[in-house]
């Protein structure tokens, strides 16, 4: 399969299909007047970010204060944390880097969260960028939808803040339920909302400058829309077997696989390889609706082969009938993540192969959890 040497289990990535990847995005956002934050999220590299920018993206996105440090250590100047800060010791860390870099926008969904940011502003005599998030149908962090022009309005109000936008993450969520293949109807609502929002703020004096929506699935009909002036896509820059099953990809598209290695082989109808759960992500429950995942990697050539039970390093492979795998020991086999993100988290460093060569690309934000 290569003509050099690879220690397993590993990811590599094909360069070529990651710049096709970067520069289609830009290129379709761009045609539709809609500027792209990329999350670095995915691929937690200084390098990849800084190829995003070169080609037209306003910054980045990033998850936490850790990452945003590595990131600003590496040459990039504007960022967004689109995660909620809570603690002394990260508001502080936040305000310190607000002062070495270009900008730096911070999100607050609560009164009390955003009060606790004036108040350390105001101490050091600074104004913070701030954007209210809003929970369009995921249920995860954002206030609700009923509440967010009043908690809008009193944020506008504090001192030493300057809510500048609205931003969403909502993915593949259509009227409440989660969907596979209703992008752009997923889109148009996302982005709805977030406009009837700025529209019923807009009539209370308070403009705001940005409105922030989309995902890898719905960040393309999300710049389609008009309604919003940024998009937050991660996972395009590799694409994995879930943006395969959205529809948000071609199979040609997907530029990073995991290579492992069978090491054992104690019955026909069972293999081992050697990546187990530190290996490939676990965060996707297997045979659930809408995906139906049935593998925690997808082997390429091998669609009847599943890898659906994990221990840390042992990863075991079934046939879909029972019957005998036809692998044998020594077998290197390349598999497709169902979610790449974690998956790069997972390692110190992934091969990017251009041209016939690797090298080694260091996963620099890798375990930034704080």
């Known amino acids: 399969m290569f003509t050099y040497p690879i220690e397993t289990p590993c990811i590599i990535a094909d360069f070529a299909k990651i710049q096709a990847n970067i520069l289609r995005m830009q290129e379709l956002c761009n045609r539709h007047g809609c500027t792209l934050r990329p999350h670095i999220k995915t691929h937690k590299s200084t390098e990849i970010a800084r190829m995003q920018v070169k080609v037209g993206a306003v910054g980045i996105t990033c998850a936490k204060v850790s990452e945003a440090e590595v990131m600003a250590a590496g040459g990039l100047t504007d960022i967004f944390i689109a995660y909620p800060l809570v603690g002394t010791s990260k508001i502080d860390r936040a305000i310190m880097l607000s002062q070495k870099i270009q900008r730096l926008i911070l999100t607050v969904d609560s009164l009390a969260g955003a009060s606790i940011l004036s108040q350390k502003a105001q101490k050091h005599g600074i104004d913070l960028e701030v954007r209210l998030e809003v929970d ?30 609205l931003f969403t993450f909502k993915s593949m969520i259509y009227q409440g339920n989660p969907t596979l293949n209703k992008r752009a109807e997923a889109a148009q609502e996302e982005c709805s909302l977030l406009d009837q929002i700025s529209q019923a703020l807009l009539h209370r004096g308070i403009k705001l400058r940005d409105l922030s929506a989309g995902s890898t699935p719905t960040g393309p009909d999300c710049a389609a829309t008009g309604l919003v002036n940024e998009v937050r896509p991660g996972t395009y820059v590799f694409y994995d077997q879930t943006c395969l099953l959205q529809g948000s990809c071609k199979p040609g598209d997907i530029a990073a696989r995991i290579f492992a290695t069978v090491v054992s082989v104690p019955s026909p109808d069972h293999a081992v390889i050697d990546g187990g ?69 997972l390692q110190n460093h992934i091969y990017i192969e251009e041209d016939g060569i690797l090298r080694k690309l260091p996963v620099e934000a890798r375990g930034m959890v704080v």
């Open 277 to 345: 759960s530190k290996t490939f992500p676990t965060d996707l429950a297997l045979n659930q609706p809408p995906l139906h995942l049935h593998s925690y990697g997808y082997v390429v050539g091998r669609e009847d082969l599943r890898l659906d039970r994990l221990s840390e390093e042992h990863g075991m492979l079934r046939t879909t009938d029972g019957g005998p795998t036809g692998l044998q020991i020594g077998d290197l086999l390349e598999l497709i993540p169902t979610h790449i993100c974690p998956a790069i988290n």
């Open 136 to 165: 369009t149908g995921l249920r995860r962090t954002g206030v609700i939808l009923q509440e967010a022009i009043d908690l809008a309005a009193a944020i506008h109000a504090l001192p030493h803040l300057q809510l500048t936008g």
